[in-house]
């Protein structure tokens, strides 16, 4: 008895201390990565359209955004920094779960070239292996991508090595429930809206190859989708970049010569097309697309796919019930994340969707579109020109799809005099209402030129 | 392979569960071939040096033995196997360790008095733990030439006392009437020691790599720009010093001490909260206890101790410290290290402080006050790394003694950020309680293995998720290597 106690405690403690490590893993880990990706192995609904590739993809392509206008099963598995090596053992892994009919992939992981001993790669790698369960290719893959670094192997199947130094620099959003941070299957959104110079454009076959550790990668890729019978779409996202680097990135250009599955496309070189424009749809400090730019981006994609594969479309029918409460939930994240804002050109920013109606009250558009931003965030939208050459006060408002422009307007005029006069804000330079046409919640903000009254 | 590897911890319970497999006959065999594959991990060419050892003062031990009698020719043919034995040994310590020092300092001898001497540049890369297990194969020889220990006529067995992996690289250093003794004995499986064992190494661990390693990022960022950083910069460095220095070798004797213990071996103890001492004597009686003790037997009593008067025995302690602070570095700062513990303690002697009762607390934490300065002192020549970086940054101290760095943020910028930092001076001061208890007499081991086993479970956890998020390990450092590896 004395002895089988005794057997039993060492036992109990093993457990114990194990289910410890366990669990100061997960809680020290950063969820970002693995949530978005268990997320997409959870989805029940086929993906008809994968989007992979670096940050510039993930807050680039919105699958919400390609899902309510065109009814698109999408998901957006990009990360940070992503290699094209990282992204072909996505891939794999991806399709074990999903295999969808179209992929897309940006191009920017061509600039990477031979940089398989960047210092950054071990970092960057945790974005994609972090959401990846333990498995024969997860250990195949971080031994190939980081072959010469056997080092770092454990950070990836034992998460506390690599990130309990965390416990300094936890928030609280790291003791919240992690999804909520996560409805946007997989799309992500910058802030600090930006006017970014606009590049040098070189034509899509103005190209400069080069045999080395991306370019192999980019290859395997396609012949990966070829087997699975995926179409690929290797896609440049505008961002303001040199000749040179354009004909790195127009690499994808010889794949698409080479492989009947794979089509390259310049987006930059389509930006009027798009209503792509740099004064207005780039962010963090101007080097990724803001969420404008990324609802142009994904409208054209949309557009472009929809003209040539028939899609299901998930919104109707048997999937309509699922559809709603998921968009539900991503109009309620969005809620979050305008809350985040610091600017009301970063604000409005994230409002010029079809999920709301809203109205805009300037005080002063000499002040408030100084530096031309928010006249082109609205001319868009309105396809007005009365935004951009207004100078004293202006009235914007989309009322589900009922837009109405006017300049040198008082405010009792317009719907803030009639139904919001008590939540409007004399003294503010810019007073938003905004309203979500699904839920009818409305949230009113007032706004200087420094920030959010 | 270092304790706090990722390899050592995959290889300590492999090599733990095979030993508890096999056969108790055969169970010394497996520990024998799992040594020398843990010290081969670092160079598998060090292992000649580790046999060569292992032949020569087992050769010693098997010749001793044949010359039994008490005539003089016996005693004669004993004195020189011994003088043999000794020589042979130290002499590949010698090569390794100070054969660059000895060419250096003839080199800078001849070229002050102008005299052309073209000596060869070399560079030997010090095979790690060869002070550690030198000393512990001659204590060994000494024992037989003495009669203290029976000779071990079995020279693996005799091997795996040398090599024994959880003392090899940084000691215990070991007698051979205890280890020896040890091995000659098959151990069990004991749900005691397992258990005394496994909260040894995790309090090692924590030492290791909570307390030491972190504060080690401080102290490594203060001496590695002594420039940039002067006055209140080093007093807070070589104070964190003293506390990486007891971390880093305590903890590494805790755990060595804690994986022996569960495959069922007592090593000796090597820290006995050495700064609650009220005396640097009593200092060295409880730090590094295994190399003091050592030191004591074999050089300080065969000079004859304190039996020949009173300046021979303070020549005797001088000789001790200075050969203890050669042993710990071919360096000059070493051996000012060595001298200045020295001359603390003669200086005491004089005084009469160490044979002095201490009748209040408040007399005690004044003398163990000073004799934490005292010691710390010292601890600038040691880490400086040189005489005339540790004289530079002491004068530094005098010179620009900014004393205001303490009070700002600025602390925070030497490497390791508010909150870590906190939490290393949180470590520190939980080390210096639990040394209070064990100076007030507290056996906390055995205190916690006297409570209940959920307690017990709960301090564990407590200790073991300490470790792993406050202790500087994982992706990002390098596993810190322990500093006494370089002695």
Known sequence: ?453 | MLFNSFSFLIFFPAVALVYFILPKKIRWVWLLVSSYYFYMSWNALYALLLFSSTLITWLAGILMSRFTGKDPGSLRKKKAVIAAGIVLNLGILAYFKYFSFLLNNISSITSRFNIPLNLPQVDIVLPVGISFYTFQALGYAIDVYRGDTPVEKNFFRYALFVSFFPQLVAGPIERSGSLLKQVNESTSLSYENLRRGFMMTLCGYFLKVVMADNIAVVVDTVFGEPEKYTGAYVVLATVLFAFQIYGDFGGYSLIARGVAKMLGFNLMGNFDAPYMSASVSEFWRRWHVSLNKWFRDYVYIPLGGNRKGTVRKYLNVMAVFLLSGLWHGASWNFVIWGGLNGIFQVFEGILGIGSKKIKTDGQRIFRVIVTFVLVDFTWLFFRAGSTAKALSMLSGVFTDPNLWVLFTDDIFTLGLEMKPFIAMVCAIFAVLILDIFKVKGMDLYLWLERQGFLFRLTVYALVLGAILTFGAWGGGFNENTFLYFQF
């Open chain 1, 1 to 453: 008895m004395d002895k089988f106690k005794k057997v039993l405690k060492c036992i109990i403690t093993v457990a114990a201390l194990a289910l410890l490590t366990c669990f100061l893993s997960y809680f020290y880990m950063s969820k970002n990565g693995p949530i978005h990706r268990k997320r997409f192995y959870e989805q029940k609904k086929p993906v008809d359209v994968l989007f992979m590739g670096t940050s510039h993809a993930y807050g680039g392509y919105q699958p919400m955004e390609l899902y309510e206008k065109y009814g698109i099963s999408a998901f957006n598995l990009a990360t940070a920094g992503e290699r094209f090596a990282v992204n072909y053992y996505s891939l794999l892994d991806a399709f074990e779960y999903h295999v969808p009919r179209v992929c897309v992939i940006d191009c920017h992981g061509f600039e990477y070239g031979n940089e398989k001993n960047d210092p950054e790669v071990p970092t960057r790698c945790h974005g994609i292996f972090d959401g990846m369960p333990m498995s024969a290719l997860k250990i195949r893959a971080v031994k190939d991508v980081l072959s010469d670094r056997p080092e770092t192997w454990p950070e990836y199947f034992f998460p506390l090595y690599y990130y309990h130094n965390r416990w300094s620099e936890l928030e609280r959003q790291d003791f919240e429930d992690p999804a909520v941070n996560c409805y946007g299957k997989g799309g992500r959104i910058f802030y600090g809206m930006a006017n970014a110079p606009e590049p040098e454009l070189v034509a899509e076959d103005d190209y400069v190859w080069e045999d080395d550790y991306s370019t192999e990668y980019a290859e395997k890729i396609v012949q990966l989708c070829r087997e699975k019978g995926v179409d690929v779409y290797y896609m440049c996202i505008p961002f303001p970049c040199d000749a040179k680097a354009q004909r790195v990135l127009n690499r994808a250009k010889r794949l698409e010569e080479k492989y009947d599955n794979c089509t390259y496309i310049n987006l930059m070189n389509h930006a009027d097309e798009i209503g792509f424009d740099y004064g207005c749809c780039m962010s963090d400090m101007g080097s990724h697309v803001s969420f404008t730019g990324a609802t142009r981006l994904t409208d054209y994609i949309g557009e472009y796919l929809k003209e040539r594969y028939d899609f299901t479309d998930y919104r109707t029918g048997a999937d309509a019930a699922e559809w709603e409460q998921e968009y539900t939930d991503y109009t309620a994240y969005m809620d979050r994340l305008r809350e985040k804002c610091e600017t009301y050109q970063d604000y409005l920013d994230k409002v010029f969707t079809p999920a709301y109606s809203y109205a805009v009250y300037v005080s002063d558009m000499k002040t408030a579109n100084s530096d031309k931003m928010l006249g082109k965030l609205i001319k868009k939208e309105g396809e007005r020109d009365l935004a951009e050459s207004a100078e004293g006060s202006y009235y914007f408002s989309n009322l589900n799809g009922d837009i109405c422009e006017e300049s040198g307007i008082e405010a009792k005029d317009t719907v803030f005099g009639a139904e919001y006069a008590g939540s409007y804000n004399p003294e503010a330079l810019v007073n938003i209402v905004l309203y979500n046409n699904r839920t009818g919640e409305t949230k009113v903000s007032s706004w200087s030129a420094e920030g959010r009254l």
